[in-house]
């Protein structure tokens, strides 16, 4: 007889903000921020020139040079992975780069998980990618996945990351 637990495959997506590759140039940037601005104000669907700009701005070719938070949320992530007791893992950004959550999400289901749980970098509250962006596609991934359980790990709990931070600042007291 097989139990709840071991029909379960779980999934980790940590999800970071995701940064602009220096060499990517600015007007792009300026333009789809203009476009999401007036896209959030009217309430209207994303035109398809915004869609092109987030995709071709989310493709961008990088390097460690020119995206170092590329880089550091990989590092991060290559030290998370092995703590999560083997379930699925992806890393997946807010913005600017790829793979976005659906796309993340997609991949860990396509892989066999059936829990999925969304991990933010963004440790503090008040913030509109954390509090309301991630939360967004996460429903709307639940409306396309019902069949799959899906949570999001946030909001942090401050005193754990105060305890984190504390610690870590120790290192460099006298």
Same mark, same amino acid.
């Given at each position: 007889m097989t139990t709840m637990t071991s029909q379960m495959q779980r999934a980790i997506i940590l999800v970071g903000h995701g940064g602009l590759p220096s060499d990517l140039p600015h007007?792009?940037?300026i333009r789809l921020k203009k476009l999401e601005s007036a896209r959030r104000a009217s309430g &209207?669907? &994303?035109?398809p020139e915004e869609m092109d700009l987030n995709e071709r701005i989310r493709r961008w070719p990088?390097?460690?040079a020119s995206d170092p938070?590329?880089?550091g949320l990989e590092r991060l992530a290559a030290r998370l992975r092995p703590r999560l007791n083997g379930a699925l893992f992806s890393l997946a950004y807010?913005?600017?780069c790829t793979p976005t959550l659906q796309e993340a999400f997609e991949e860990v289901v396509k892989a066999g998980a059936t829990h999925v749980t969304v991990l933010s970098s963004m440790l503090t509250p =008040? =913030?509109?990618h954390a509090e309301i962006e991630i939360p967004e596609a996460i429903q709307y991934l639940q409306t396309q996945y @019902?069949?799959?359980t899906l949570l999001y &790990?946030? @909001?942090f709990d401050l005193d754990v990351v105060a305890e984190m931070l504390a610690q870590h600042v120790r290192q460099f007291q006298p």
């Open positions: 007007e792009l940037v &209207a669907p &994303a035109s990088r390097t460690s938070y590329q880089t807010n913005e600017f =008040g =913030g509109s @019902p069949q799959i &790990a946030w @909001p």
